[in-house]
């Protein structure tokens, strides 16, 4: 079965500072990969996927992501943290049992925190 | 544009009573999901349909049940409302790919006292 686990429930940085949110996940097939961001009171938006293209996925608002197979790791970073990136981050596998658009498999999310 | 759309956004309710959360989506997906959010916990999957007439229970369904008659809604109802089902509710849709992009609602948040 396929699982996620995030680690670090809070992360804090300064402003400008590397952002790096870990990701490790647990899949017995080929995984399709995510990152949400929620920001307060708001559902869940993608910010980035992987869907065994390229290894190196770039995201939205200078977000990216590496797939690492034998790390099996999906780490998130963003060179230059602003304030506005402050929120909550989920990483996600999908499940691809049934191969039609299953349920995701979420962590249980790393708060990001950027000090000014 | 196409959206999905969550009623209530807030409810409180008394323990024992039954609760209807609502969840429409204009996307014409197949695929509708309910999850709830807890600190800690991140999101569980409750139940989760693949199209009109066809349900199934995630991983904390207990206390839970959905039905789907349409594509666009699917509603989520809380038989006897406990203490431990307070939470945020959020809804959410896909298309039939499993690269696909898993679209959310903004939430309900349930209190049940």
């Known amino acids: 079965a396929q699982s996620v686990t995030q680690l670090g429930s809070h992360v804090s940085v300064s402003e400008g500072a590397l952002v790096l949110l870990r990701c490790n996940y647990s899949s017995s097939v080929p995984p399709y990969l995510f990152w949400y961001v929620q920001y307060p009171n708001q559902g869940l938006q993608l910010l980035l996927k992987y869907t065994s293209a390229a290894t190196l996925v770039k995201g939205i608002n200078g977000f990216e992501a590496e797939f690492k197979k034998s790390e099996t790791s999906f780490h998130l970073t963003k060179p230059s943290a602003h304030m506005s990136d402050a929120a909550e981050y989920f990483c996600?596998?999908?499940?691809?049992?049934?191969?039609?658009?299953?349920?995701?498999?979420f962590g249980q999310g790393t708060e990001l925190s950027v000090k000014p | 544009d196409a959206e999905i759309t969550q009623s209530p956004r807030h409810k409180i309710t008394e323990t024992g009573r039954q609760v209807t959360l609502a969840c429409h989506q204009t996307w014409n997906h197949n695929n509708m999901f309910w999850y709830r959010q807890d600190l800690g916990h991140g999101l569980r999957l409750i139940h989760y349909s693949y199209g009109v007439q066809d349900t199934n229970k995630g991983e904390v369904s207990d206390g839970y049940s959905v039905s789907r008659s349409n594509t666009e809604d699917l509603p989520l109802t809380l038989e006897s409302a406990a203490s431990s089902q307070t939470s945020v509710y959020f809804c959410?849709?896909?298309?039939?790919?499993?690269?696909?992009?898993?679209?959310f609602g903004e939430g309900s948040r349930l209190t049940v006292l």
């Open positions: 996600a596998v999908s499940d691809p049992v049934y191969n039609q658009g299953g349920k995701l498999i």
């Open positions: 959410a849709s896909r298309t039939s790919r499993n690269t696909g992009e898993l679209f």
